[in-house]
C-alpha cells in the first residue's frame, strides 16, 4: 500500500513592502512522503515571495510537466514556473520554453552551488531564467516552522525576509545566483 501525501494547512499573511502586496491566504499544502518539511517551506516561501491571486502549487515533486508552484493567466498561459531544489537542467530549459519567466529557488549549502556550477553554462542561455540560492541556515531554521497548522506571517522590506510565527522569527537569506535578462512580457 502506497504511503499518501501528508496534508498542511497554512494561514499565511504577507507584507511585501517592495512589491506593494498585502494580503492574507489560506493555503492546503501536500507534503509528498519523500518531501521534508525543508522542501515543503521554501515551497511555502517561494509562494510568499511570488504571492498573486493566480499562483498555485503544482505536482512538480511527481510531475515533469508540472511546476512546484505555477502562476498561469485566464488564457491557461503559464506567467511564472517556480521550481524548488536542484531540478535536472532539461527540466529547467523545458519550463523556460512554455513559461514567460523561470524561478529556481535551491537549497543545500555546498550541494546547492555544486549543482548551480555543473549547469550554469546552459542556465546562462536561458534568458527568463532566475536562480536564488536559500542559505541552509535558513531554510533549516524554516523547516522548524513546520506544523500541520500554521499561523505565519511574512514580511519583506528592502529585500530582507521575514518568516516567522507567533513563537519565532526566521531571517531567510537568499543569494541571486542568475538573475533574469528577460521576463517576455
Known amino acids: 500500500m502506497a504511503i499518501k501525501a501528508t496534508v498542511f494547512k497554512a494561514n499565511l499573511q504577507i507584507a511585501d513592502m517592495d512589491r506593494h502586496y498585502y494580503a492574507e491566504h489560506a493555503l492546503t499544502l501536500s507534503r509528498h512522503p519523500s518531501e521534508t518539511d525543508e522542501r515543503m517551506m521554501v515551497r511555502l516561501l517561494a509562494f510568499a515571495l511570488h504571492a498573486h491571486e493566480y499562483l498555485e502549487f503544482g505536482q512538480g515533486m511527481t ?9 498561469k493567466d485566464l488564457t491557461g498561459v503559464i506567467e511564472l514556473w517556480i521550481d524548488v531544489g536542484l531540478p535536472d537542467e ?3 530549459r523545458k519550463a523556460c520554453g512554455r513559461a514567460k519567466q523561470v524561478v529556481v529557488y535551491c537549497y543545500g549549502g555546498r550541494a546547492a552551488q555544486m549543482w548551480f556550477d555543473q549547469n550554469s553554462s546552459q542556465f546562462e542561455r536561458l534568458k527568463n531564467l532566475t536562480v536564488i ?3 541552509q541556515e535558513s531554510t533549516r531554521a524554516i523547516a522548524a516552522l ?3 497548522n500554521m499561523q505565519l ?10 518568516l516567522m510565527d507567533d513563537k519565532k522569527s526566521v531571517m531567510v537569506e537568499q543569494k541571486t545566483l542568475k538573475a533574469a535578462s528577460d521576463t517576455r512580457q
Do not use: F, G, T, Y
Open 90 to 92: 532539461k527540466l529547467i
Open 133 to 135: 540560492s536559500i542559505m
Open 63 to 71: 510531475d515533469d510537466e508540472s511546476a512546484d508552484l505555477w502562476q
Open 146 to 148: 513546520a506544523q500541520r
Open 153 to 162: 506571517q511574512c514580511n519583506v522590506q528592502e529585500e530582507q525576509i521575514w
